[in-house]
């Protein structure tokens, strides 16, 4: 297993970063949201949906600049080497730590928690890891078939109805990052911005064991 990187450098995440985070996901939920118009009118011939806002000028002022170099191997692992800071003071309970004790627990953990991780502690790539762990733990108790929750097989429904804020595709790609990393605790000290380590999320995995 190669993750040899335990440095401690600074480099916080700009508001800019964090704009592209916002960005992204909102062109996410344009994106579904068109997916969903044009099944109901191919299947009902009409849709009470509405359009969400697109942003397009910031779409394509992103578009325009280079993509990131792929790194590979040693590479890969000396540049998050050189991302790790101090997270000493940044604190988002994990599941392990404080577990839910009710629904109404988990959906506080999740209301509180999206809060966090979008102020000043978003710098630290283990806040998103570790909320995309608890969206993960409210995933699968919701689709539970001993809870009794109604709302089996409609997390998007879901996550609206509890006022939780985040848009479903942010939740699916951290979801999806927390599965793939957050077990491997050396990722939680990075000071990378998310789409950053999205993009690079397949050169990453390279470096974990097979």
Known sequence: MRLAFTGKLNMSVTINEIRKTE???????????????????H??????????????A??????EKEPAKVLRGDESDHYLY????????????TPEDQPHTSL?????KLYDGYRILKSMYAKVLGCSLIYGQWLQVAFKYINDRNNRVNYRGNWERWLTDNNIGIK?????????????????KQFHSLSIPL??????????EELLPS
């Open 168 to 184: 479903v595709s942010h939740a699916r790609m951290l979801r999806t990052l927390a599965k793939k990393f957050y077990k491997y």
């Open 104 to 108: 109404n627990d988990l959906i506080i």
């Open 195 to 204: 789409t950053e380590f999205w993009n690079r999320r397949k050169e990453i």
């Open 58 to 63: 910031a779409l394509l002022t992103m578009m």
């Open 43 to 56: 299947t009902c011939g009409y849709t009470d949906r509405t359009l969400p806002n697109f942003p397009k």
């Open 23 to 41: 960005i992204l996901t909102a062109c996410d939920h344009f994106a579904e949201t068109v997916f969903k118009i044009t099944n109901d009118l």
């Open 82 to 93: 050189s991302k790790i800071i101090n997270i000493d003071g940044v604190t988002l309970p």
